[in-house]
């Protein structure tokens, strides 16, 4: 039988297929649920503003037309701060919870230790989630019938992409908030693309990326601070034609940051989006190819 916590999150993703694929790509977004159990805001401390600040908000519907150029989108329902998938599954703070980790749980991470594992101690502007310990079972039952599902039907799309197509590329879709990332020069960062130190991608693929979106106006900076999570490192792997690149968007370009509400340019941005990429796979299907960018 399963738990009450599917039943609140149904479904606990949602995968928009096109018509029919007809472009390797798969694009994720595993940060922009918005779906906040009754039981999971009385087990906290804070308010539910407080809570979404972890929130990649709005990013689906960022990329929510990719669909149209002929790519699956996967979105999870539940929010980060319950449950991340951006972390290995069992990274876990042991101090979180009544009652005793599996041996196998990653307990001594970086991530961890900052209080953003698998399932998060805070949010991301330091404030604690939890008015008292977890006991460990909810823990692993999120893990269970959240996050193993979510990632079952996630290798699912790669390696059906990857089968029909001779290669795929993951787009992991986020957002960071604004007073994140700076140039060395003082000036913002609209979007930083992580490709984990070229090992998740290759190059080139990235570059027409950045291309693309420079070429739209935007400042684009490369893995600082963010290099990719668990989902950029584990499903890149290029010298088996899987790439996968992480893509980060400033907040205060679409939304405002306090209320949580969309700005007028959230359209425009969303447009942008779609047309960068509608210009990376028209270069990838004219002159290149992503067989020919996988030798470089």
């Known amino acids: 039988m399963r738990p009450a916590i599917v039943d609140e999150f149904d479904p606990p993703f949602i995968v928009t297929e096109p018509s029919a ?10 940060h922009a649920g918005a779906v906040y159990p ?3 805001l009385a087990a906290s401390r804070l308010d539910a503003i407080a809570l979404r600040r972890s929130e990649d908000a709005f990013v689906d519907e960022l990329f929510a037309a990719m669909t149209e ?9 539940f929010p980060r701060a319950y449950l991340d998938l951006n972390r290995e599954p069992y990274e876990l703070d042991s101090r979180m919870f009544d009652g005793r980790l599996p041996p196998f749980s990653n307990t001594r991470s970086m991530r961890v230790a900052g209080g953003l594992g698998t399932i998060p101690r805070i949010v991301a502007d330091g404030q604690e ?4 310990r977890l006991h460990v079972e909810e823990a692993l ?3 269970e019938w959240l996050y193993k599902p979510y990632h079952r039907t996630l290798r699912h799309l790669v390696r059906h992409t990857s089968q029909h197509f001779g290669h795929a590329v993951l787009i992991d879709c986020h957002s960071m908030p604004s007073s994140s990332v ?6 913002k960062a609209d979007i930083v693309l992580g490709d984990r130190y070229g090992t998740s991608c290759a190059t080139l693929l990235v570059d027409l990326v950045e291309a693309a979106l420079r070429g739209r106006g935007y400042t684009v900076l490369r893995n600082k601070p963010y290099a990719g999570g668990f989902i950029t490192e584990h499903y890149g792997e290029p010298a088996l034609g899987r790439h ?6 400033n907040r205060a370009l679409y939304m405002d940051e306090r209320s949580m509400q969309r700005k007028p340019g959230f359209a425009v941005l969303a447009d942008d989006l779609t047309q960068a990429f509608a210009q990376v796979i028209s270069e990838i299907e004219g002159e290149l190819t992503i067989r020919s960018i996988a030798a470089e």
């Open 21 to 30: 694929q007809t472009i390797p790509f798969v694009f994720n977004v595993p």
């Open 38 to 40: 009754a039981a999971f």
């Open 69 to 77: 150029l002929g790519a699956p989108l996967m979105t999870a329902r």
């Open 129 to 132: 989630i939890y008015r008292t």
């Open 141 to 143: 039952q999120r893990i």
């Open 182 to 187: 700076s140039r060395e020069d003082g000036a």
């Open 244 to 249: 996968a690149l992480q893509i980060e968007i």
